[in-house]
């Protein structure tokens, strides 16, 4: 009975339900930060809404890879690092855009999304440390969603700075940042990829 593989299906199921919640909760947050943040005015919205979407399509790599060979779930992970490092470059050329054309972004409106967004990725990160420990998809998420967290704090404080001085700068530079984290998962992904093969 011990040898029926009855607890690596146990252990592929739960990644499954994990991923599946994490996936709808980022692809929901995408859709509404992207939406607040155009109407904000603010690259640190929309580059957190991008690293949103960009985590929404991790997830969903993961979970086509949960339960597969350890070539497709290698394969599934470099998909993900490519995406992000994608993203990320997209993040900031726009925040080279904004500071071009200029702009002047809503602090309230900066600061309630990144509280909403905030406790949205601390829920995605406690579920995900139940399986940091499996392989590097899972390792991958987990390193996103940590991200995630400090960057929606990054928000909130980009927030308050621009609504106290009716500046941008302080959200250009959240965007940059975010940008920079998402560039940086990506590569740490590809890395991990690259040294398990």
Do not use: W
Not at 83 to 91: E, F
Not at 166 to 177: K, M, R, V
């Amino acid at each position: 009975m011990a040898d029926c593989g009855c607890e690596l299906e146990a252990e592929n199921d739960a990644q499954r339900s994990t991923l599946r919640v994490v996936l709808v909760i980022n692809a929901a947050m995408f859709l509404t930060e992207i939406v607040v943040g155009i109407v904000a005015g603010s690259t640190g919205l929309v580059a957190d809404s991008l690293d949103m979407l960009a985590d929404a399509s991790v997830y969903a790599i993961s979970l086509y890879a949960v339960g597969r060979a350890a070539r497709i779930r290698r394969g599934a992970a470099t998909a993900s690092g490519v995406l992000q490092l994608i993203l990320g470059i997209g993040v900031l050329v726009e925040a080279g855009r904004r500071f071009v054309s200029g702009g002047e972004p809503v602090g309230l409106l900066m600061m309630g999304m990144g509280v909403v967004a905030l406790t949205a990725n601390s829920y995605c990160l406690r579920l995900i440390a139940k399986h940091k420990g499996g392989d590097v998809n899972f390792r991958a998420s987990y390193i996103f969603s940590a991200n995630d967290v400090i960057a929606n704090i990054g928000v909130i404080i980009s927030g308050l700075i621009v609504k106290l001085s009716g500046s941008q700068i302080p959200d250009l530079i959240i965007g940059i940042l975010i940008a920079a984290v998402v560039v940086r998962g990506g590569v740490k992904i590809l890395t991990d990829v690259r040294q398990e093969t």
